[in-house]
């Protein structure tokens, strides 16, 4: 077992560094940082002095190690635009972004599993279609049009939540619900597949035949085989989360990682969107690698390989 | 555990602040929202409109331009001469204090001054400093500007966005330290800053409102919140007091709806297309010929988007500048909407089928695409390119484009130098490059005679339309929507004088 999470942290790490090398070049083709730097009106020898100090006259690859030295201890450089640490201002905005990810995923925990396993357990009845009406709304509802329609009916019309912002724990009602929802579907149908397998299994109806009951049935002996593949996309999608939705966090004006990660883009904003990429591939691959440890946990076969 | 950590740390402190927010007239508290994350409160060191506001609340320029008279008063300066054409001594004013106690007098206009001017300090907004050269220091209340040449706009400059920092602060905080801190002399202190997200401003009850009058509101709270529809909400649920840049048909919503005042009032900013006719973008392009210039200026019905898309008080222009602007002259060459003409010039011009083209724009979607159908009926197929304004700017400055809608709002500068000049002179986004036209620009830049540069300045914008080097389209206006008790009344400059809002 030590083994085999040894040699998964390593290609993690592996993978962390290429996805960073890769963001790292792709954002110096996208665009000249010392013109939108030196701001409206500037000369040639105004950018050409920005470019200079700034060091964007030297070779790529000494750029990246450069910034790759600094940010292993920590240091992400000072934000071109807010002329603050990356580090603050990303520590500053990540709560928030994590917040509404883990109450996201909580929704949809809640909502999407049994719902998934009711709809397996009464196939192709109303039940199962009721669920299924559910995962294609959520599928098919464009998030800043959900939020909006939220907006109006709760904070607008009943006055129960507000519009925006985070000045109250009521704030993150509404972002949870819409971020929660979205990823409802997907972990909705696998629980209903994986359910609907496991049902036909000569175990369950052996258990069913000791005349356990039924509920006892579904969710103990069931479910626990039929999470193994919801774990693993959940813990994808967390990672997700975790990368901040830009649309959630500005309809909801929330200020997060992902609304931050998106201005710095506009703003060519290098060492913001640099501090970013590599901290949401991190959890990214993070999530992904527990997902895997989680999984040879349960299942001893999948240790072998 | 990491995630209870996080619930104490965010949710907590939220539960127990939000028994404090909201207010409005009964907590002397004026809610604001921001569209756009302002990236640095320092003017210098912002190109947002926001910062702008932040400016002429928290600091002090030397002058003052009176939004109703248009005439220049002293403010921190009290007298002003021009010793020769490069040279300008100012009077200072005695008896200032900064927010923190700090004394002003001549070593901070000094200090500012040089400190902006010098590329090493990376001061963002140029075209408002780069006329200086040096400042110097006469006495204690006596400095001196010199100047790159003559410059005769440099009162309006020294009115607006040229503010004074204090100098023993800025030199021990720095950069850094007035990004979340900043101190100025203006009628309102800033109280906290969380960068880019939320901005609250106390009165200053010690202001010396020479010019500007002292704030009546007590405090100013501004959230920055990006989404326009979520700005709308806020306001029906009173939590936002006042937003502008309100989109005309939502805007027409609210003002039907009785609970709002929503006010139109035009700004300085103009819409235009820049056509290349240097030939940047190649030497065939078609755009190098005077008549199929002249034809896209027919073929552009621009009195029916503004009356379709635009509304209230945008109106169409026909020279190169705003019109309010000093030195903006308006008997020129203009194209009134003519399909059958502009399909005339282009066969002329060896276009019968007409051609294809790349277009760009930043902004206003709709609109980009209502004048591309236009120029799709006299057979121009123009595809859309839509991307950010940073980007767009540095393809411009680097390859050009051979048509371009963009805007201009001058930063509130009231004067065709800041914007006619900054496009025509051989700038990085000049697609015209027509030296008889800088050198007239150049010439209106730099005499202190006002007839010689409103004669010079007519010649270039003369020149401009009959060569069509742009389609003039509009000026653009702003929707303000506020509360029922907010007493504001916009100015054309669309600058949001935090001092001059008060409750009814």
């Known amino acids: 077992m030590l083994k085999f999470i040894a040699m998964k942290l390593g290609l993690a790490l592996l993978v962390a560094l290429t996805v960073s090398f890769i963001s790292f070049s792709l954002l110096y083709m996208a665009g000249d940082p010392a013109i939108s730097m030196a701001g409206e009106g500037a000369s040639a020898e105004v950018i050409a002095a920005v470019r200079q100090q700034y060091g964007f006259d030297r070779p790529l690859l000494v750029q990246y190690f450069d910034w790759l030295m600094r940010a292993l201890s920590g240091d992400f450089g000072i934000s071109y635009y807010f002329k603050t640490p990356v580090s603050a201002m990303v520590a500053e905005r990540l709560p928030v972004t994590m917040t509404i990810g883990a109450l996201g995923m909580g929704f949809a925990l809640c909502l999407a599993i049994p719902t998934g396993v009711l709809a397996a357990a009464f196939p192709n009845t109303w039940v199962d279609r009721m669920a299924l009406g559910i995962a294609v709304v959520g599928q098919a509802i464009p998030s800043f049009w959900f939020g909006l329609i939220l907006i109006v009916i709760f904070s607008v019309n009943l006055g129960l939540v507000p519009a925006s912002g985070t000045r109250s724990w009521t704030g993150y009602i509404l972002p949870m619900i819409v971020l929660g929802y979205y990823a409802t579907p997907a972990i909705m149908r696998l629980t209903r597949a994986g359910m609907l397998d496991v049902l036909s299994a000569d175990y369950i109806r052996t258990a069913r035949a000791k005349g356990l009951h039924w509920g006892s049935v579904l969710f103990k002996h069931a479910l626990r085989n039929a999470i193994i593949p919801v774990v693993s996309l959940a813990a994808v999608q967390l990672g997700f989360m975790f990368g901040g939705s830009v649309v959630v966090e500005s309809i909801f004006a929330l200020h997060g990682a992902g609304f931050l990660a998106w201005e710095s883009i506009s703003r060519n904003d290098l060492p913001t969107m640099q501090a970013l990429i590599l901290i949401f591939s991190m959890f990214y691959i993070g999530f992904t690698l527990l997902a895997d440890i989680l999984n040879a946990w349960l299942d001893p076969r999948l240790r072998a390989g | 555990m990491k995630l209870a950590s996080v619930f104490a740390t965010i949710l907590l402190p939220a539960c127990l602040a939000s028994s404090l927010a909201y207010a409005g007239k009964a907590d002397d508290v004026l809610n604001i929202a921001f569209s756009r994350e302002l990236e640095h409160v320092d003017p210098y060191y912002n190109t947002a409109r926001e910062g702008i506001l932040l400016g002429a609340a928290v600091w002090d320029a030397l002058l003052y331009r009176d939004p109703k008279t248009g005439t220049y008063v002293g403010n921190l300066a009290t007298a002003w001469t021009w010793i020769d054409t490069t040279t300008l001594e100012l009077t200072l004013r005695q008896g200032v204090k900064f927010h923190n106690g700090e004394a002003f007098d001549a070593d901070d206009v000094v200090f500012t001054l040089n400190y902006v001017v010098d590329a090493k300090n990376g001061n963002k907004s140029q075209t408002n400093t780069n006329w200086i050269k040096s400042a110097e220091k006469v006495d ?365």
């Open chain 2, 140 to 504: 204690s209340f006596k400095v001196r500007i010199h100047t790159n040449g003559p410059f005769p706009a440099a009162l309006e400059y020294l009115a607006g966005p040229i503010i004074i920092q204090p100098n023993e602060y800025y030199t021990a905080v720095g950069q850094q330290g007035v990004a979340t801190k900043p101190i100025g002399t203006g009628p309102y202190r800033m109280e906290s800053v969380e960068p880019g997200k939320h901005f609250v401003l106390k009165r200053n009850p010690d202001y010396f409102a020479a010019a500007k009058p002292k704030a009546t509101i007590e405090t100013i709270d501004i959230r920055t919140v990006p989404d326009a529809n979520t700005q709308m909400a806020e306001l029906f649920n009173g939590e936002i007091d006042l937003v502008w840049g309100v989109p005309a048909d939502q805007a027409d919503k609210m003002a039907k709806m009785g609970k709002f005042q929503v006010v139109n009032a035009p700004t300085m900013r103009v819409g235009y297309l820049s056509l290349d006719a240097a030939g940047r973008t190649g030497a065939k392009n078609p755009m190098t010929d005077l008549r199929v210039r002249q034809a896209v200026n027919y073929a552009v019905n621009r009195q029916g988007i503004v009356d379709a898309l635009m509304k209230g008080t945008s109106a169409v222009i026909n020279s190169a500048c705003s019109p309010v602007q000093f030195g903006c002259e308006q008997a020129v060459m203009t194209y009134a909407y003519d399909p059958a003409k502009a399909k005339a010039l282009l066969a002329e011009a060896g276009y019968p089928n007409g051609f294809s083209l790349d277009f760009y724009a930043y902004r206003d979607r709709p609109l980009a695409e209502a004048m591309i159908g236009m120029l799709a009926e006299v057979g121009i197929t123009a595809k859309l390119n839509y991307m950010q304004y940073s980007a767009l700017r540095e393809k411009r400055i680097k390859d050009g484009t051979p048509i371009s809608f963009m805007t201009w709002g001058s930063n509130s500068i009231s004067d065709v130098s800041a914007v006619t000049s900054a496009f025509f002179r051989m700038g990085g986004e000049d697609d015209a490059r027509d030296p008889a036209v800088a050198a007239l620009l150049e010439k209106g830049d730099g005499s202190v005679d006002a007839d010689e540069r409103k004669a010079a300045y007519s010649k270039a914008l003369t020149t401009i339309a009959d060569k069509a080097y742009w389609v003039p389209l509009w000026i653009y206006s702003s929707n303000y929507v506020m509360g029922a008790d907010v007493s504001f009344t916009p100015t054309p400059d669309e600058l949001i004088r935090f001092y001059d809002i008060s409750w009814k």
